[in-house]
Nanobody, 114 residues
Framework: QVHLVESGGGLVRPGESLRLSCAAS????????MGWYRQAPGKERELVAV?????TYADSVKGRFTISRDNYKKSVYLQMNSLKPEDTAVYYC??????????WGQGTQVTVSS
């Protein structure tokens, strides 16, 4: 069963923008946090931005990326502006609910290259 569906990745040039979307299935209830992580080749998965009681951003994306949520649609978005080659990675949506279950999306590729 697919719990999180992501979309919006792609190939862009440095300085351009992308918007990622992630929608949770109706079966998931009690959502506490929704966020985005990324994993570049040869690197560990890292936090990009998380929305919960407060919003947290990685230092590397502050001022360029914005996370937003639509609780009614059980969705989270990541607006990425001023993209850099070092933002190239597979981006994963992550959700945690009140029971402590953690769900991951399948990942969407973001490539920033001239």
């Amino acid at each position: 069963q697919v719990h999180l569906v992501e979309s919006g990745g792609g190939l862009v040039r440095p300085g351009e923008s992308l918007r990622l979307s992630c929608a949770a299935s109706e079966s998931i209830i009690g959502i506490v946090t929704m966020g985005w992580y990324r994993q570049a080749p040869g690197k560990e998965r890292e936090l990009v931005a998380v929305s919960g009681d407060r919003t947290t951003y990685a230092d590397s994306v502050k001022g360029r990326f914005t996370i937003s949520r639509d609780n009614y649609k059980k969705s989270v978005y990541l607006q990425m502006n001023s993209l850099k080659p070092e933002d190239t990675a597979v981006y994963y949506c992550r959700l945690r609910n009140t029971e402590g279950y953690v769900y991951w999306g399948q990942g969407t590729q973001v490539t920033v290259s001239s």
